[in-house]
T-cell receptor, first 111, second 114 residues
């Protein structure tokens, strides 16, 4: 079983739609959580950190559920420019520090 | 803004060649990382370094070595390139190893080994 799992998609949504991605992690000692965005043939870029109380940045909302060991990303009012791959990232400390990337969820937003 | 610069965007090398991939960051970050990214496999950590002259193996260090002689520079070396090392290579840096510091990536080097 992968340490961080994401639905690979693709998610195909029309402009203006709301779309949600989930990500599960297996290690309960995981410490910090992030969502990155990666455009085709480009490097990953930090989209937002994920805090225990949940956090929002404009149209993007991230939630963390430690009990169930998953994080989520909600995108409201999707734009064409949101088309990208979204990577779930988990930092854990036990057994040595490690950053673990999910394989990513592809999103296509269509006009 | 953190800037992580990788020396080459595209490289084509022959099997058996020694290959150097260079990475420089300008934010005085302690930690630097080398990943490779392949379709369906995601990002996999090759090596990382949390200080000058320090290095730690990641998940897939075989066939690679690294060098960190200066804080701002982290080099990945393929001692004898093989076709299965054809990949996108991504360098990253972060302020702290422990805690909530995110990674900042360079724009990647797409290496083809023929």
């Amino acid at each position: 079983r992968k340490e961080v799992e994401q639905d690979p998609g693709p998610f195909n949504v029309p402009e203006g739609a709301t779309v949600a991605f989930n990500c599960t992690y297996s290690n309960s000692a995981s410490q910090s959580f992030f969502w990155y965005r990666q455009d085709c043939r480009k490097e990953p870029k930090l989209l937002m950190s994920v805090y225990s109380s949940g956090n929002e940045d404009g149209r993007f909302t991230a939630q963390l559920n430690r009990a169930s060991q998953y994080i989520s990303l909600l995108i409201r009012d999707s734009k064409l420019s949101d088309s990208a791959t979204y990577l779930c990232v988990v930092n854990k400390v036990t057994g040595g520090f490690k950053t673990i990337f999910g394989a990513g969820t592809r999103l296509f937003v269509k006009a | 803004d953190v800037k992580v610069t990788q020396s080459s965007r595209y490289l084509v090398k022959r099997t058996g060649e020694k290959v150097f991939l260079e990475c420089v960051q300008d934010m005085d970050h302690e930690n630097m990382f080398w990943y490779r990214q392949d379709p369906g496999l995601g990002l996999r950590l090759i090596y990382f370094s949390y200080d000058v002259k320090m290095k730690e193996k990641g998940d897939i260090p075989e066939g690679y070595s690294v060098s960190r002689e200066k804080k701002e520079r982290f080099s990945l070396i393929l001692e004898s390139a093989s076709t299965n090392q054809t990949s996108m290579y991504l360098c990253a840096s972060s302020l702290e190893v422990l805690g909530n510091s995110p990674l900042h990536f360079g724009n990647g080097t797409r290496l083809t080994v023929t």
